[in-house]
């Protein structure tokens, strides 16, 4: 989730494997007894904003990342969910996403490139860390979601407010947060001695669409 210094979206890579019952991520949401499972939409997506920074920002680009391949369950009736994506299968700077964030230009590819780069090999540590992970639990009585969330090896909890709309056999869920990179142990993108460098905050952006499977979930 955390970007670098400036760097359209890459051919998206072939689909993740489907989920195996041994995932103890799903496992709750996978073993052969659930009931009223919904799985997350195929068209859901989580946007992240990160700013430039340092003496020289106005050299550097504001950036917005996407993971649009998220696999995940919900039981509504437990209020719990879980959902994981890929590092590499993230998006960099798609126009359409950059307008709706409010920034007014549109890097080079090239300048893409470099980017995805510096972001998977020299901030996340893709490799050793390629998933990012997510649980949650609704909180009794109020529109949050309590929210552990698994990033570069470490796990920090937040509590999220959420609107949560249903609609026939499913829901959406929707929401921003603000995170901090160093949260995570993170060491946000700087060069020229931090004359150039991505802010520590990540504004993200959520629209989480969940509904029942036709089927058994997959296993």
Not at 152 to 159: D, E, I, L, M, V
Not at 163 to 180: M, N, Q, S
């Amino acid at each position: 989730m955390a970007l670098a210094a400036c760097t359209v979206a890459p051919t998206p890579p072939p689909a993740p494997p489907s989920v195996k019952a041994s995932d103890a991520l799903f496992a709750e949401f996978v073993h052969p007894g659930a009931v009223g499972v919904l799985r997350v939409d195929d068209d859901a997506l989580i946007a992240v904003t990160v700013r430039r920074g340092g003496a020289l920002a106005r050299l550097g680009h504001d950036h917005v990342v996407a993971a649009r391949r998220i696999e995940g369950y919900a039981t509504p009736a437990t209020g719990r969910a879980a959902l994981r994506f890929r590092l590499d299968e993230m998006t960099v700077d798609e126009a359409a996403l950059r307008t709706e964030a409010g920034l007014t230009t549109q890097p080079s590819p090239e300048a893409i490139a470099g980017t995805r780069q510096n972001m998977l090999t020299k901030v996340l540590d893709a490799e050793q860390f390629p998933w990012v992970q997510v649980r949650i639990q609704r909180v009794p009585g109020g529109a949050a979601l309590q929210t552990d969330i698994t990033l570069h090896g470490a796990t920090r909890r937040y509590t999220i407010p959420t609107t949560i709309d249903t609609a026939g056999d499913g829901l959406v869920a929707r929401g921003t947060l603000v995170l901090k990179q160093t949260d995570f142990g993170l060491v946000p993108f700087s060069v020229l001695g931090g004359a150039m460098a991505v802010q520590d905050p990540m504004e993200i952006r959520f629209v989480i669409g969940a509904h029942a499977m036709p089927t058994a979930p997959r296993r």
